[in-house]
Structure formats: structure tokens, C-alpha cells
């Protein structure tokens, strides 16, 4: 049993710090900028909740984070009150929000300078894996401080690897993310021409998901695509925010994303008719209302 710290108690980061308390066994402080969830969460949990970063970290092994961007994570690390102001040496902080490579090299560079392991550690498998403990987690950092952490990250998750040195989970998120986006916009168009076509839409996937066109995201959005039903998964904000990532960071090593980019602009319009929080399999409402 470790002393465990958990920043950030969002949709994903509720259930996960959960897991490290009660599939872990591990000694759990949790921290939210609104107090009445950390509150919620030790009502239902046990554990304790703190008022800052900075109080919650202090004393932990592992201080874990799971927040919106850049910026939030710089609040709660080196921001007044942030995390890294009591963390001890030889601790360990895991990041799991979705961010830049950038941050985490900056984050990395402070934390190190105190003797803090530091793991970006983004994570994969929605509202659902983070429920079930079932993430895919990628990670980015020293192999010492990653095998030290990987029993603890892995009562949240499925699969945990270390992808290379800090930054490379970050990248390896970037990767899965415009994979993601490649194939939504393929299965809209799929499920579109179906309805066209009058076929029915679920008996198709059944047949050809089980062919050379199945994937994850055909097996658990297009029936839900086909019923015009979009509250299932990653909210279309969120995956703008990711896909922003993304594209920032093709622009510096000369990745060329011509499809990612369209599929971007295509979320874009998603957002202006008020789609902010459909899941992103709500690409196809572009192609069902022409």
C-alpha cells in the first residue's frame, strides 16, 4: 500500500482515483477545484480530500493528475499551492491528462531538478475504461521511475507501456488520437451510405465488423450513430482540444495530416450547431441533415 495523491476528479479522473483506493488498497487524498466532488468522492470512497495541490501531495509516493490542459497542469504542479512545492524527493507524480509533449518535457525539468520522478501517462478508453479499469495507458519517461509506477498505474488499466523517454506518451496519444479521428469520419460515411441505401444499419455492422473494416469504434458507435444518439463517449470539446495538440505539434516536425485537419474543421461544425458535448461519433449529423 502506497500513500496516493489524485489531482483533478473529472469524469475520467473520479473513477480512476477510485480504483487506486479500492482495487489498490492504497492510502487515497484527493484534490478538485470544486471542493464539493472531492467532498463527494471521500463520502463514498473513504480516503481524505485537501484544499490545494500543495496539501494534498504532501507525504504522497505517488501523486497522480488528471486535469484539462496545459495550462491546469501547470497550475497544479507549479502554480501558488501547486504539487510540486511539498512533494518530497524520491516521489513519483503520473500525468494523465491529455497535453502537450512540450509541458511535459517543461514539468519534467522542474520536477527532476528536485529529485521528483515524472511519467506523462495519457490515457485511452473514455468514460467507460476509466469506469471499468480497463485504460490503455501510454507512457513517457525514465524506466526506473516507470517500474517503480507501473503496479500503481495498473489499477486503473488494461495496458500500461512505456512508449520512451518524457513527452513520447504525449506523442503516443497524438498518434491515437488521429486514428481515432481518421476512422470516425470513415464510419459516418459507412453508416451514412447504409441509411441512404436503405439497408439495415446494424445487420452491415454485424457482418462486416467481424471483416477487415471492424474496429472498436464500429463495434460501440454505429448503432448509436444510426439512432442519432450521441451521449456515449468523449465529447466533441474534448476531442478539438486534443486534435489542437495534434496539429500544433505536426506543424514542428513536418507530419503532414490532411485528413486529421479536415476532420478537425468537420468538429468545428459539429460545435457550431451546438454539439459541444455529443460524443464525437456525431460527425455523421453533418452528413444526415444535407
Known amino acids: 500500500m502506497a500513500k496516493v495523491a489524485f489531482l483533478g476528479l473529472g469524469v475520467m479522473g473520479y473513477p480512476m482515483a477510485a480504483h487506486l483506493k479500492n482495487k489498490g488498497g492504497h492510502e487515497v487524498t484527493v484534490y478538485n477545484r470544486t471542493t464539493a466532488k472531492a467532498e463527494k468522492w471521500v463520502a463514498e470512497h473513504g480516503g481524505a480530500f485537501a484544499a490545494t495541490p500543495a496539501e494534498a501531495a504532501k507525504g504522497a509516493d505517488f501523486v497522480f493528475c488528471c486535469v484539462g490542459n496545459d495550462d491546469d497542469l501547470r497550475e497544479v504542479t507549479i502554480g501558488d499551492d501547486g504539487a510540486f512545492a511539498t512533494m518530497a524527493e524520491g516521489s513519483i507524480f503520473i500525468d494523465n491528462t491529455t497535453a502537450s509533449a512540450q509541458v511535459a518535457r517543461e514539468l519534467f525539468e522542474v520536477a527532476d531538478a528536485q529529485g521528483v520522478g515524472f511519467i506523462d501517462a495519457p490515457v485511452s478508453g473514455g468514460q467507460a475504461g476509466a469506469e471499468n479499469g480497463v485504460l490503455t495507458v501510454m507512457c513517457g519517461g525514465d524506466e526506473a521511475v516507470f517500474a517503480k509506477a507501473k503496479p500503481v498505474i495498473e489499477c486503473y488499466a488494461r495496458m500500461v507501456g512505456l512508449m520512451g523517454p518524457v513527452g513520447a506518451g504525449q506523442l503516443t496519444k497524438m498518434v491515437n488520437q488521429i486514428c481515432i479521428a481518421g476512422l470516425v469520419q470513415g464510419l459516418s460515411e459507412g453508416v451514412h451510405f447504409a441509411k ?40 466533441v470539446d474534448w476531442m478539438r482540444k486534443d486534435l489542437s495538440i495534434v496539429l500544433d505539434e505536426a506543424r514542428a516536425n513536418g507530419a503532414h495530416l490532411p485528413v486529421t ?15 459541444n458535448r455529443w460524443d464525437t461519433s456525431s460527425l455523421i449529423t453533418l452528413l444526415d441533415k444535407k
Open 196 to 235: 441512404q441505401a436503405g439497408l439495415d444499419v446494424d445487420a452491415v455492422v454485424d457482418v462486416i465488423s467481424k471483416g477487415a473494416a471492424g474496429s472498436w469504434q464500429m463495434e460501440n458507435r454505429a448503432s448509436n450513430m444510426a439512432a442519432g444518439k450521441f451521449d456515449y463517449g468523449f465529447a
Open 261 to 275: 485537419s479536415i476532420v478537425d474543421q468537420f468538429y468545428s461544425q459539429v460545435q457550431a450547431q451546438g454539439g
